[in-house]
């Protein structure tokens, strides 16, 4: 019988110890995993208050947009006694766009990219149009001088400044032609009337030469004939101080870009977001900009000033960085754009062929860069 009890005793003890260890490692075990538990949970609440500021923070960038464009006006040169405001000045200033692209194409006409391009800056224009076969670099050259012209002005300080700008991209003496040529055109309406007829002249070099006699005081010939654009001319340059039709809105809307260029670079970074939640947040920016708006930001992307939207990071062999710095490309910013011809003869395509258009189908090659997009 005490044997019996004895080993009892000691099976009690045997198993009481293992039981002890079991539960203590057991207990060790519930609350590691309560740690991890609590650990990842507080991850999780730390990403996701992070991702409530980057939601607040770009909802007041938005709300600074909307309150830029509210604050835009400009003066209606058809009634100077009125302004244009909000988004009404878009098309104002896009008709001027259109007026200017029409009013210096002769300029290109027969044109090379050796003629208007610096040799220091042909490289870039080549290295463009070899990563975008379609791309072509006269006419790249006229939608920039066109914009930058409507967007600086053409008064004699705005020129300077504008030549100052161009002189690591363009042929001084093209530039400068080109300039002086639309600084002639006057916003009278009476002195427009002669402008018409010195815009129907065939010559426009001779144009300038005779703008350049006229400031030097150099009396422009006149054999006569009030149909002959000498007359014409020194009608409006003889004008004391005449108003300039191109007269310049970068003081409007020029902190207008620069702020969406920063609402868009803002979520670009943000790598608690994925691509897809990117995209969401910049398609929400895009829609408060009416289609007008889209026509004027595509001119503005390719514009010197703007091809940090793209252009400057466009290379034969772009790394993943380089393709996410694609940023109308990435957001299909000018998605909305319902006319692939601008001014009949520029194809939106050329210049951002692998942009998702609303009316169009997604493009073959757009996948393979999609993939490296985050």
Not at 67 to 80: A, G, H, M, Y
Not at 167 to 179: D, H, L, T
Not at 357 to 370: G, I
Request: proline share 3%; hydrophobic share 40%.
């Amino acid at each position: 019988m005490e044997v019996a009890l004895n080993y009892y005793k000691d099976y009690y003890v045997r198993n009481g110890t293992i039981g002890d260890f079991i539960a203590g490692v057991s207990g060790t075990l519930f609350s590691l995993s309560a740690f991890i538990i609590v650990y990842f949970t507080y991850i999780d609440q730390k990403e996701d208050l992070k991702k409530e500021k980057i939601e607040e923070r770009f909802f007041e960038l938005l709300k600074l947009h909307k309150e830029n464009v509210s604050e835009i006006q400009i003066n209606n040169l058809k009634e100077p006694c009125e302004e244009i405001k909000g988004r009404q000045a878009f098309n104002f200033i896009y008709e001027q766009v259109q007026i200017c692209y029409k009013e210096i194409a002769p300029f290109f006409v027969d044109t090379e990219n050796k003629q208007i391009y610096l040799p220091s800056y042909l490289p870039t224009i080549e290295n463009l149009m070899l990563t975008n076969d379609s791309l072509d670099g006269v006419q790249l050259a006229q939608c920039d001088i066109a914009y930058d012209l409507v967007f600086f002005g053409v008064n004699y300080d705005d020129i300077t400044v504008l030549l100052r700008l161009f002189s690591e991209v363009y042929q001084g003496e093209f530039i400068r032609k080109v300039a002086l040529y639309i600084s002639a055109k006057p916003l009278d309406k009476d002195l427009l009337l002669h402008w018409e007829k010195v815009a129907n002249t065939v010559n426009k070099l001779e144009v300038v030469n005779s703008i350049e006699n006229f400031r030097h005081g150099i009396e422009i010939a006149n054999p006569n004939n009030l149909n002959y654009y000498h007359h014409h001319l020194k009608k409006i340059l003889a004008t004391p101080n005449f108003s300039k039709f191109y007269a310049g809105h970068q003081d409007v809307i020029g902190h207008y870009y620069r702020h969406i260029f920063q609402t868009v670079k803002y979520i670009n970074k943000q790598s608690l977001l994925t691509y897809d939640e990117k995209y969401e947040y910049i398609k929400t920016l895009r829609a408060q900009l009416s289609t007008v708006e889209q026509y004027l930001f595509f001119f503005n992307s390719i514009s010197f000033m703007g091809r940090s939207w793209e252009f400057n990071s466009l290379k034969q062999d772009s790394t993943k960085n380089d393709v996410n710095n694609y940023l109308v490309t990435k957001f299909s910013f000018i998605k909305n754009i319902p006319n692939q011809f601008i001014f009949q003869d520029i194809v939106l395509k050329n210049y951002y062929p692998l942009v998702h258009f609303e009316f169009e189908a997604e493009p073959l090659k757009r996948a393979a860069v999609a993939k490296l997009f985050n």
